[in-house]
């Protein structure tokens, strides 16, 4: 069985956000088996799995990432949109559009310390649509 | 249901090129609702999903990686099959070996400006087979 | 049909390492056609797929995630779990924390080079918990 839905997350802080707890309120009660499967549908931003306990890590997220695609560099060509856009892509692509995650027992089968990540690469992103997928 | 089809991508040039319509021209009609799975059978090329408009951010892309995973240095070992393999490896994890896009009513349900990215890491990678699966 | 299993991986020393066997003789028969998903349940740990073959591509991937993401710096605030935990988390998003797998004639459908790899970030990370889920 597959069921889906259209998930809208408001407008983010550029940075790395933990959105389980909105993601799942809007979902439906989840089947014994499954698959979850999470797809944002935007090029400058970024959906992954990582820690849900200590908020520096996702003020170390954002550093880092700034460092491995840094703005404002001479070698960018695709700069009409602001030096904040080219590096989004990139960025992007490294953390991923996407996530799947095994449902069990009517709950997401997340280990002990993980949760979902929007990683918002814009300055000013907006509003940010997910398609959920559910397979049972 | 499970629908698998092997797709031959023809040859291209080093760089990320945009083969969205490549694939779906190969596909049969989709689904009302599912997932399209596209897995690449190499390690040495990558498969994601990112923006289908400005060409030069394809070109960017190619700069950035390049730079992120510079050829040439001293601390590979693996260097046997040419300077660009070690770091073709490396970049097939970064960009990943798979996408996963939710079908929506017939159609492959990507945001506006998204399209699907074959990233070849090889100077000479040759033709590139993906496997395709459609669940619904 | 879904079938889900967990599965748990002996400590390995920090490092990329191919478990494609360990994994394998864990799941019961594959079906004619599917898609086999596999989820790390941690968050400093990562899986993937690349070389098969040559241990020294093991050995690069590991020198170079730890060039991207270097111990030590500075900036870093995420500290008290050792130099080793913050960048674990960025390289888990690197690498990723899942894979999905087609199946085709009862195998898995990878290509002639490729095997799975589990991607042990931490110093000593212990085991590590795998969900797999089939889906036919």
Known sequence: MIIQKEIILPAFP??????TGLVMAQM??????GLLHLFIRHTSA??????????TVLIDFETVF????????PYYRHTIEGSDDMP???????????????V???KLSLGTWQGIYLCEFRNH????????????
Request: hydrophobic letters at 35%; proline letters at 10%; a neutral charge.
């Open 46 to 55: 970024g959906i992954c799995i990582n820690e849900n306990a200590d908020p």
């Open 14 to 19: 550029r940075g790395f956000h933990l959105i």
């Open 28 to 33: 439906p009660p989840l089947p014994e088996a």
């Open 88 to 102: 989004a892509h990139i960025k992007s692509v490294l953390a991923g559009a996407e996530v799947t995650i095994p």
């Open 66 to 73: 700034n460092r491995m695609v840094p703005e404002g560099q």
């Open 125 to 136: 992103g907006g509003q940010r649509r997910l398609t959920a997928t559910l397979i049972s």
């Open 104 to 106: 069990t027992s009517g």
